[in-house]
């Protein structure tokens, strides 16, 4: 058994050149370039994330409400019944407790879904003063993911007439639509 390592390189480097910075440090048109595509596809990918989490919150918020309305409902017929038949009070009772229940675990998934929007809007704020402060451009375009062409007309429709019929574009489409931010990147001028 040996205890040495030989390491040769790899085929075809070639010692001290630099591809993407120059000796001062600054990058070069291709650096610039490369670090372009990372803001961009960064910030796109932390977006479609937050997009996705807002989707999921507002999923186990509805099933929580919806939940909460049910045992409600259960307990108002449970004080009607009180007196006449205690044992079926007893029964939405402790139908009324798993209702709960299951109602608090989806408001944990839901708080679990926001602490996850907090972290990505941090994350995106973040990106946007690095590269703003590198002097990169970046342009942001508000968009809907999952769209199809006819929804995706009629929320360009309702932004171009300001939407003050219906109130707002997201009024109009259901939840299985995502909504987020495009953003472009542009790199900085010499």
Partial sequence: ???????????????GVRRFQNYDGSLTNKGKNRST?????????????????????????????????KSDRLLTKAGNVIDTNPNKADRYYSKIDKLEKKANEHDAKANAHMSNIIKGQELTERLLNEASSKGYTV?????????TKGHEYVLNALSVLGAYAVGSPIA????????????TVKKPKD
Avoid: C, F, P
């Fill in 1 to 15: 058994m040996y205890d040495e390592l030989y390491h040769h390189g790899i085929l075809g480097q070639r010692w």
């Fill in 37 to 69: 595509r990372y803001y961009k596809k960064a910030l796109n990918r932390v977006d479609k994330g937050i997009a996705e989490e807002r989707r999921d919150y507002g999923d186990e918020r509805s099933v929580a409400i919806k939940l909460r309305r």
């Fill in 172 to 183: 109009v489409t259901t939840s299985s639509h995502m909504y987020g931010t495009k953003y």
């Fill in 139 to 147: 342009t942001q375009k508000l968009t809907a993911r999952n769209v």
